[in-house]
């Protein structure tokens, strides 16, 4: 193998080994940059949701605290704006289910939904409800009781998910670092070792050419460099040894 | 003496090379099963190939290597392999750190089997198979199973051979180089097929088999699952693990020669009808000590002695049970069988039951010449006299092996690591065992430990797999010129 093909290709595995590792990183990088907005895209707009769900919630429990008192056009005010901020936020996360089970969750919200709604949805002032503690805590409470955890469930899902994502960007996020570090790390010892051999292809031969053209001058011995690659340098040596013959003719 | 660095380095390049097939069968069953370490095992099989190619450019091909070299490509081709092999825990994080990665690394290669991560089945497939891979390749001697594989001049194999196996293990050998090492190979190869199947049609998975194949054969001890054996709570099971750790502790020629007929065979050797009944003493102390403190039923007690006492004896340190909640007396027993290990020309590593056969024997033989002064004494073992050197070799090992673990006892107290902690995790590690008691006990891992105590205890690997000569004698420059 010629020389310039040995050196070549010692500088052509460094090269490779640095655009594999630069790869890798771009890639891992490219992961964590889909992650984040995973992270938002899948999770984020449901938390938000939900916290928008259970203070629509919140609001219609008021609304109905307010109607039983005799407060109508305050309560069916309240109670008509909260339904329609719960309705809009449930369909948002409706429209964002990106978990298993999630689902599931979704249409346990709507059914409970609709049955604290079909509570507050009938007329109170006026009828036997109103100033009715024990119709409040029994029937209406229980209800908002029930579709507030159904939402808060939805919510710890999407939050351990949020956390297990998080968990995994950390990790995502020295699989992008390491590629680069061992890539330094090889090419550093890489440089080493193929130091050590451009010594042994190259240094070597020629000090053995010096030395034995020295010799030959200097003691009339003859010349020998002992070249054992198969290279330009063993051609120099065979021309050098035809030189030396046709001087000592 | 003669060093060429350029062959030593061509040899470990070999080694590299070996290894990034095992890394890419790791990657294939990563990429199969679309998992996250795919790019990890990927760029580290591709580092291994690189850094093994590269010396082939430069290097021609040797026909002779002198023992200096023999000795520099197995130490520094096992801290190759064992750097290389850290690469794709490294990669992939979680858990690894670089130490905690070395330290897997390490603990597969030399067959120890002591881990430092708590959620094994958070691993991908593909890492773990690569983890028992390092058991598998680094069982038969890293440099071995490359010269076995690749090609290499009978003189160069038979140096290296010289090296990287055990004087001793060599007496049950009467081949030539190339026939030891075939050998090893259908036995090794052999045994783990067959174990294989035998896990499968118990229950296992085939990929489980597969793993727990390539542990027990290499007498390694990583397992799948985070409660090792006991995952399976399998009677089956145990009895066809406990069967081959046995097989895999013994003499490798001596299993080759009864499936031949040969008349050296296993049944013939005294240290093999010894080390089996001090295996059998051990399993029924520890079940009697068991039954009468009322930890377990008397079949129950036999059973998970049996398991613990033959795991613990081959060096392969598989589990059932925590052990460290038993009886004081049985740990004692136990440590007893992490320091004796198992035959030498096994896959096991650590001080060898040959050795201590031969100690006990050496103490006979002095009574013998105390009593009778001018007698002429000679120590055989099956008819064959065993040499001065031999046995002097052998009491200089045992004493330089508890040396060892007396100073890494020291250190990793000095490093607050608990007083029973340190010695049976000394003790553990450089008899290539894997689990000890204290804090690292059989379900326990070795993440509590401090770094440098971890980094520590893969140098007790190592100076155990290689018998500590190989390492030692490389500080020793001078005294080979």
Redesign the interface.
């Known amino acids: 193998m010629k020389i310039k093909i040995k050196i070549l290709a010692g500088f052509l595995l460094i090269i490779l080994m640095l655009l594999i590792a630069g790869a890798m990183s771009i890639y891992e990088f490219s992961r964590i940059g889909k992650s984040v907005k995973a992270l938002i895209d899948d999770n984020y707009i449901t938390l938000e949701a939900s916290k928008s769900m259970i203070e629509a919630l919140e609001r219609e429990d008021s609304g109905v605290l307010l109607l039983i008192s005799g407060k109508w056009e305050k309560g069916r005010s309240i109670l008509n704006s909260a339904d329609s901020s719960f309705l809009s936020a449930f369909k948002v996360a409706k429209n964002n289910i990106t978990e298993e089970n999630e689902e599931k969750h979704i249409k346990n919200i709507e059914e409970s939904y609709l049955k604290f709604k079909s509570i507050w949805k009938l007329p109170i002032v006026g009828t036997d409800k109103q100033n009715s503690t024990t119709w409040y805590l029994s029937d209406v409470h229980e209800s908002f009781l029930d579709a507030k955890f159904e939402v808060e469930a939805l919510m710890s899902l999407n939050q351990t998910s949020m956390y297990e994502e998080a968990s995994d960007l950390k990790n995502q996020s020295i699989r992008a670092i390491m590629p680069g570090i061992v890539a330094i790390s090889s090419a550093l010892i890489f440089l080493v070792i193929f130091n050590f051999f451009i010594g042994l292809i190259l240094v070597r031969p020629i000090k053995k050419l010096i030395d034995s053209v020295k010799d030959y001058n200097s003691y009339s011995q003859n010349f020998s460099a002992d070249i054992s690659n198969h290279d330009e340098l063993k051609v120099l040596e065979n021309e050098i040894l035809k030189l030396t013959q046709r001087l000592q003719k | 003496m003669n060093l060429r660095?350029?062959i030593v380095?061509r040899h470990i390049g070999l080694v590299l090379i070996f290894n990034a097939i095992f890394l890419f069968i790791s990657f294939l069953i990563s990429l199969f099963l679309v998992e996250?370490s795919v790019?990890?095992l990927l760029?580290s099989s591709?580092?291994a190939l690189?850094?093994g190619?590269?010396?082939l450019?430069?290097?021609?091909p040797t026909h002779y290597l002198s023992i200096l070299e023999g000795t520099s490509i197995v130490v520094f081709g096992w801290i190759a392999t064992c750097l290389i092999g850290s690469?794709p825990y490294?990669?992939?994080?979680?858990e690894f750190s670089f130490i905690n990665a070395w330290f897997e690394s390490v603990s597969g290669f030399t067959t120890t089997g002591s881990t430092v991560i708590n959620n094994i089945e958070a691993l991908p497939k593909g890492l773990l198979f690569w983890r028992s891979s390092t058991h598998w390749i680094g069982g038969i001697g890293v440099v071995l199973f490359t010269i076995l594989i690749l090609p290499g001049s009978n003189t160069s194999r038979f140096v290296l051979l010289n090296t990287e196996m055990s004087q001793l293990a060599k007496t049950n050998f009467k081949y030539r180089a190339k026939e030891i090492l075939r050998i090893l190979l259908y036995v090794y190869v052999g045994l783990t097929i067959l174990e294989t199947i035998l896990l499968k049609f118990a229950g296992m998975t085939l990929f489980d088999a597969i793993n727990h194949s390539f542990a027990t054969i290499a007498t390694g001890g990583f397992s799948t699952k985070n409660l090792s054996i006991s995952y399976y709570n399998s009677v089956t099971i145990e009895i066809i693990i406990i069967v081959f750790m046995i097989l895999s502790g013994v003499h490798f020629g001596l299993t080759f020669n009864t499936i031949i007929g040969n008349k050296k065979n296993i049944f013939r050797s005294s240290i093999f009808k010894a080390y089996i009944l001090i295996l059998f003493i051990g399993v029924l102390l520890v079940s009697l000590k068991l039954y009468y403190s009322e930890i377990y039923p008397w079949w129950e007690s036999v059973r998970h002695a049996a398991f613990q006492v033959v795991s613990l004896g081959t060096t392969t340190g598989f589990a059932t049970v925590d052990t460290g909640h038993w009886p004081s007396f049985t740990q004692i027993i136990l440590i007893y069988f992490t320091i004796q290990c198992a035959m030498i020309g096994s896959t096991s590593g650590g001080l060898k039951f040959d050795r201590i056969y031969i100690f006990f024997k050496s103490i006979k033989k002095q009574i013998r010449s105390i009593q009778h002064p001018n007698a002429v004494i000679s120590l055989k073992i099956d008819g064959n006299s065993i040499n001065e050197k031999t046995e002097l070799h052998a009491m200089i090992f045992i004493i330089l092996y508890i040396g060892i673990i007396f100073i890494t006892t020291m250190l990793l107290s000095f490093l607050n690591v608990d007083i029973f902690t340190a010695f049976s995790s000394s003790a553990a590690t450089i008899g290539n065992v894997g689990p000890g008691f204290g804090n690292v006990s059989s379900l326990g891992n070795y993440s509590n430990l401090p770094d440098l105590g971890k980094f520590i205890l893969t140098l007790n690997m190592l100076l155990g797999r290689l018998e500590i000569y190989g390492i030692i004698s490389l500080f020793f420059i001078k005294s080979w010129r």
């Open positions: 660095t350029e380095i996250t790019i990890a760029y591709l580092v690189i850094f190619l590269f010396p450019i430069y290097v021609k690469l490294t990669l992939w994080g979680g």
